[in-house]
């Protein structure tokens, strides 16, 4: 089991960055392939980023390629989302999900294939 917990949202203007965190506590981090997803109001929960448990893989959305990273560092337990040119659209509770895996480069893209959630952080993109 682990618990997971976002940081980093807040307001910011369309141009801006923001870095996203998502710090795991409990069983071992680096046993578990991570992702990001985002839900924006009256919407259904959308993937967003995934990476595989020894980083050496990663997957992003079409709507946020070049322009969103995902990253981990499993020392510090966490997994990170560098979102750079940042759109109104963008404007979502993003969340950071948890699979456990023996396979080191497994990624994963549908939210019903991760065990755990955090709480979510809001991100608010103003024109």
């Known amino acids: 089991q682990v618990q997971l917990v976002e940081s980093g949202g807040g307001l910011v203007q369309a141009g801006d960055s923001l870095r996203l965190s998502c710090a795991g506590a409990?069983?071992?981090?680096?046993?578990?392939?991570m992702g990001w997803f985002r839900q924006a109001p009256g919407k259904e929960r959308e993937f967003v980023a995934a990476?595989?448990?020894?980083?050496?893989?990663?997957y992003d959305a079409d709507s946020v390629k070049a322009r969103f990273t995902i990253s981990r560092n499993n020392a510090k337990n966490t997994v990170y989302l560098q979102m750079n040119s940042l759109k109104p659209e963008d404007t979502a509770v993003y969340y950071c999900?948890?699979?456990?895996?023996?396979?080191?480069?497994?990624?994963?893209?549908?939210?019903?294939?991760?065990?755990?959630w955090g709480q979510g952080t809001q991100v608010t993109v103003s024109s």
């Open positions: 990476i595989s448990r020894s980083a050496g893989r990663t």
């Open positions: 999900a948890a699979r456990g895996t023996i396979e080191s480069r497994s990624i994963y893209l549908k939210s019903n294939e991760y065990d755990y």
């Open positions: 409990g069983r071992t981090f680096s046993t578990f392939a």
